[in-house]
């Protein structure tokens, strides 16, 4: 029968309170590299170097090929044999952050490719710089609807840095593992773990549901 | 392709400098050639509309013109400098973007769809060039973008984005957007081909009353025969890429001497 200890419960709870911190951590941190490096890869898709364009595509077409754990290992285990020492935090953000940065590229891309063409054409007709163009005209139109697709990567990082546990971030999930380690109980730690998640996840995406509707009201892109 | 640079000048000088010369201009895409050796001169504050059937090349003038388009041989001045090239070392290579971008801000185009940015309202539409390219402070470019907007009537409906605006509407703030940029040459792409039928006069007397005020030069393509007729100084008939037949309104509409212009203006006001 379900032999839930309250008392190891409330043992427990702030070590996890403390560990869904670090996962919050992990997550943001690992969500601002993707969400800026994905867009130097979008972008660099773009520019007239067929060179630089085809590089970045096969970078990011590996990224997506090959398993999040295997990139975590790779970049925290062989990484020093390339002089590239870095700390566990370092290196989980780093292979999460550029993981997730493959597929939002995707994301942004499909979004620049959607603004009309005649927008291009308005802001050359303007005069304005390619920068600018970008800055002011395209991404502005690009990213509301791009801003679906990079929630829900939002999200899916969130429950993709227990995988950072392997190499020691002590995560929420790693933290769960060593509890149930020492008490040889892993019923609380894991359920208690599960609801912080869905405790994060559920209000996040909601989040992005109201945010994603703001913007498109105050761009009027929506009557 | 190559061919022989030395036809062209470095610079139009002299007294009667075109404020447009399209030199010898030939365009492909691929095997078409949708512009064949195309010399077309648009003397300063002249009007001169284009007209022709679909797919004789007549927006392509235009889109060239505003560096839509690039060109396969031959050169496009604008206010006596070459736009298409620039000079190097005393002779014309082609145009670097800066040197394209510099030349560029003389002209202006307004689009058959309107190409407004959507994310930004119809004030914010006229003051996005002034502020990024001209470099105008806030408040100086907000005067200059009302100013045009009541020129364009829209004055009241300046917080608007697109999405609230009528065809109309639309069409009349990316006219009030094109000119604050002080262009020297506007370009009217079809602007009324897209606009209901009532609608069309909002848009024509805000050209009509561009030709009466500003000493604009401007180059328009329409199938609106009746309103070229009005407000035009020339009218060229286009034809498979080249100008079959050019002339003032009246005479090239009303005693064209060309069979095709004939046969082209009978279809069109048959249809009118």
Known sequence: MLDWKLDFTWEILPRLIAAAGNTLVAAGGGYLVAVVLGLVFALAQRTPSRTLTFIVRELVEFVRSTPLLLQIFFIYYVGPQFGLRLSPWAAGLIAIGLHYAAYLSEVYRGGIENVPKGQWEAARAINLSTVQTYRRIIIPQALPPALAGMGNYLVGILKDTPMLSVIGVAELMHTANSIGADNFRYLEPYTIVGLIFLAISLPTAWLIRRFDKALRRKMGLTR | ?272
Do not use: W
């Open chain 2, 1 to 272: 392709m190559k061919y022989d640079m030395s036809d062209y000048p470095l610079k139009l000088e002299g007294d009667n400098v075109p404020m447009v010369r399209f030199q010898n201009v030939t365009k492909k895409y691929g095997q078409l050639t949708v512009l064949d050796g195309l010399n077309l001169d648009v003397a300063e504050g002249e009007m001169v509309t284009i007209i022709g059937p679909s797919g004789s090349g007549k927006t392509t003038v235009l889109r060239m013109l505003m560096t839509l388009e690039t060109i396969d041989s031959g050169v496009i001045y604008v206010d006596g400098e070459p736009l298409t090239h620039m000079e190097k070392n005393g002779r014309l290579v082609r145009a670097s973007a800066a040197h394209l971008r510099k030349i560029r801000s003389k002209i202006g185009m307004c689009f058959q769809h309107f190409n407004l940015f959507p994310h930004m309202t119809a004030l914010g539409n006229c003051m996005e060039g002034p502020i990024q390219v001209l470099g105008l402070s806030k408040e100086k470019a907000e005067k200059r973008a009302l100013e045009l907007l009541d020129m364009v009537g829209m004055a009241e409906k300046r917080d608007q984005h697109p999405s609230r605006l009528s065809g109309g509407q639309q069409q009349r703030v990316a006219i009030a957007r094109a000119l604050a940029m002080r262009p020297k040459v506007m370009l009217f792409d079809e602007v009324t081909s897209a606009l209901d039928p009532e609608v069309i006069s909002e848009v024509t007397s805000v050209i009509r009353s561009l030709v009466d005020q500003h000493n604009l030069t401007m180059l328009m393509v329409t199938h609106q025969i009746g309103f070229a007729r009005e407000i035009s100084d020339r009218i060229c008939f286009f034809f498979a890429g080249q100008i079959e037949e050019q002339g003032a309104p009246k005479i090239l509409l009303d005693s064209p001497q060309n069979d095709r212009t004939q046969q082209f203006l009978s279809a069109v006001l048959d249809a009118n």
